[in-house]
C-alpha cells in the first residue's frame, strides 16, 4: 500500500455542516496572519481545532433486537429517573435517563439509539448554561425526538449547552431511522439525554466514556444482575 493510500484510510471524513465554520476560522487565521504572524499561528490553531471539531467518522453499530447504542460521543454524565420533557408526550413520572456531556474536543455528529419511526420532532427555545448542570434538561435550548421502538417508546433530547448556539436535525416527523443512522448535530459543546422504557436495563455507570453508534448503553434483553462501577 503507498504512503498516499495509506494516509486517505486515516482520513476522518468532515460534516458538510463544518464547512462554512471552517472556511470563516480560515479567512480569519489569514487576515490575523496579514496584521501579526504570531496571531496568524493561533487562528490556524483555531481552525484546525474546528476541522477535527466537525469530524463525522465511520462507526460499528451493534446490531441486536434489544440494545440501546449512545447517541452521542463523550462522557456519560447521569444515569437514574428523571421527567422526560413534556413536549415528547411521554407522562409526568421519571423515566430511566442516560445523559452523556460532549465537550468541545468530542465529535458532535449525534447518532440514532436504536431504529424506530420518528413520532415527533419538537424544538424548544432556551437558555444556555453548562450542559453538564442537571437544570439544562428544563432550562437550555433542545430539541427532542420521539421513537417508536422495538422496546417500546425512547426520547432522545439535544440539549445545547455553555457553548453550543445551534442544534440542526437531519430528520423530520413520520421517518424511519436505523439504529447509528445520523439524526442531528448540536455546535460546540452540548449533551444528549436519552429516555427509556421501563424494561430496558442501564449497562454503564458516570464517568464511563461513550461513541455514539458503538457504545452500549442499556439492553432490553439482559438477563444479568445489575451492573457496579468503579473508577480507578
Known sequence: MSVIASLKRQAVPIHPEGYVFIAGFFVAALVLDWLWSPLGWLGFIVTAWCVYFFRDPKRVTPMREGLVVSPADGTVSSVGFFVPPPELGLGDRPLQRVSVFMSVFDCHVNRAPLSGRILKVAYKPGLFVNA?????????????????????????????????????????????????????????????????????????????????????????????????FKAG
Open 132 to 228: 453538564d448542570l442537571d437544570k439544562a434538561s428544563e432550562d437550555n435550548e433542545r430539541s427532542s425526538m420521539l421513537l417508536e421502538t422495538g422496546i417500546g417508546r425512547v426520547g432522545v433530547v439535544q440539549i445545547a449547552g455553555l457553548v453550543a448556539r445551534r442544534i440542526v436535525s437531519f430528520v423530520r416527523e413520520g421517518e424511519t431511522i436505523g439504529v447509528g443512522d445520523r439524526f442531528g448535530l448540536i455546535r460546540f459543546g452540548s449533551r444528549v439525554d436519552v429516555y427509556l422504557p421501563e424494561n430496558v436495563r442501564v449497562m454503564v455507570g458516570i464517568g464511563a466514556t461513550a461513541v455514539a453508534g458503538e457504545t452500549v448503553l442499556a439492553d432490553a434483553r439482559a438477563a444479568e444482575s445489575p451492573r457496579s
